[in-house]
């Protein structure tokens, strides 16, 4: 299986709830990085966090990354009809190289 | 922040031509950068990894004759599908890692139609 299994897969709300989604991995990584994809369009990095950081706040995201269970959540507060998109997580291996393997995705749909 | 572009963004071809997608780092050098395919509704497969001055490295299953690859300087790499087939028509999309944790930044994509 992948590398980086996002769940759940399919995530609707009402604009103002928070989303959480979460991401479980297999392998040690040096880092574990959150990128959201428009329809049709490319991937925009969203946040990245090491191997020895537990939590990181970016605005309205914040990440936790927890080794001892190889998996990560995104929260997305005080959600807009903006975030409507598709979420991956992607893990990066330890050592030099820089290749992600990324997980399915979650397709995240923000009601106004 | 750093900018990866994508040309062209969309194609429509016949089977069996050829297609040349390019892949620029607009502001910063990229001794190396990556090539995945998407379809519909699925996630990103990573392709090949195209390294500057040496050969591109290919994921089990991809084609290496079918999907060429060169990298001929530190800001390009191009994408070409040889003899394109309409099970070639995807999403493709480059990346190229920049700073310290080799954060990725994407180009847009191409849509590739083969008809």
């Known amino acids: 299986s992948q590398q980086g299994e996002e769940d759940p897969q399919a995530l609707s709300i009402q604009e103002g709830e928070n989303a959480t989604m979460n991401c479980s991995y297999k392998t040690s990584i040096n880092n574990l990085q959150w990128y959201r994809q428009n329809s049709g369009r490319g991937l925009v990095h969203l946040i990245l966090i090491r191997s020895n950081e537990r939590e990181k706040h970016s605005g309205r995201l914040r990440v936790t990354l927890d080794t001892s269970k190889k998996s990560s959540s995104l929260l997305i507060t005080a959600s807009r009809a903006a975030d409507t998109a598709s979420y991956f997580c992607?893990?990066?291996?330890?050592?030099?190289?820089?290749?992600?393997?990324f997980g399915k995705g979650i397709t995240l749909s923000v009601r106004p | 922040g750093a900018v990866v572009s994508q040309h062209p963004s969309w194609v429509i071809c016949k089977s069996g031509t050829s297609v040349k997608i390019e892949c620029r780092s607009l502001d910063f050098q990229a001794t190396t950068m990556f090539w995945y395919r998407q379809f519909p509704k699925q996630s990103l497969m990573l392709m090949a990894t195209s390294n500057e001055g040496s050969k591109a490295t290919y994921e089990q299953g991809v084609e290496k004759d079918k999907f060429l690859i060169n990298h001929a300087s530190l800001t390009l790499s191009t994408l070409t599908v040889t003899s394109a087939h309409p099970e070639d028509s995807s999403f493709y999309i480059c990346?190229?890692?920049?700073?310290?944790?080799?954060?990725?930044?994407f180009g847009p994509g191409t849509r590739l139609t083969v008809l």
């Open positions: 992607a893990t990066a291996p330890t050592g030099a190289n820089s290749k992600l393997t």
């Open positions: 990346s190229a890692p920049r700073g310290p944790y080799n954060e990725q930044f």
